[in-house]
């Protein structure tokens, strides 16, 4: 079983829809939850950071975590043709144990 | 907003050849990462780097590979003997004292040939 799971996609979406994208994880130490959004051939940019479970708001995004499942979300309102990337997924043990296991990544395309 | 800025850009080098690939992480950050994703796969962890030592290493991370903090501002990967599947994105990162704001490089692309 992968450490990290995430639904690929490619996910097609019309603008103004609301996105859902999730990752299941298997490792229960995972404490801190990340949401990364990467543009062709550029660095991973942090969109949400949350630790342990709940829900988290910052303006179109909700990034959402159930520790009890291992499962979390990253919502996007009022979707934009600018949101088109890929969405990574990101987790880490924290204390000691800062390397981030990523999700395979789940590429959006928001059409105008 | 502060940035971690990796340099070249772009990089490429014959098989065999050492290699070293710099990063200038966000100057109040104590913790240095790096991480590499080849083309059309996952990123994967590398190597953390936390007062002046390594943290943590992957499998990856092997004899071939070493990094260094030469000096105030700079982080730098070396590989020292370059093969065909070293290939790929090399991602430099930095956080603060817990993992909230773990920013990364825009990356160094690597081709072996």
């Known amino acids: 079983q992968k450490e990290v799971e995430q639904d690929p996609g490619p996910l097609s979406v019309p603008e103004g829809a609301i996105v859902s994208l999730n990752c299941t994880y298997s490792n229960s130490a995972f404490q801190y939850f990340m949401w990364y959004r990467q543009y062709s051939r550029k660095g991973p940019e942090l969109l949400m950071y949350t630790y342990s479970s709940g829900n988290k708001e910052d303006g179109r995004f909700t990034a959402q975590v159930d520790k009890s499942s291992k499962y979390i979300s990253l919502f996007i309102r009022d979707s934009q043709p600018s949101d088109s990337a890929t969405y990574l997924c990101a987790m880490s043990a924290g204390g000691s144990a800062r390397q981030l296991t990523f999700g395979s990544g789940t590429q959006l395309t928001v059409l105008p | 907003e502060p940035e971690v800025t990796q340099t070249p850009s772009h990089q490429v080098t014959q098989m065999g050849q050492e290699v070293i690939l710099r990063c200038v992480p966000i100057?109040?950050?104590?913790?240095f990462y790096w991480y590499r994703q080849i083309l059309g796969q996952k990123v994967e962890f590398l190597v953390s780097f936390y007062n002046n030592e390594i943290s943590e290493k992957s499998e990856i991370f092997d004899d071939q590979f070493s990094v260094e903090r030469p000096d105030g501002s700079n982080f730098t990967l070396k590989i020292r003997s370059t093969k065909l599947e070293d290939s790929a994105m090399y991602f430099c990162a930095s956080s603060g004292q817990g993992v909230k704001g773990y920013t990364f490089g825009s990356g160094t692309r690597l081709t072996v040939v």
């Open positions: 100057s109040n950050h104590l913790y």
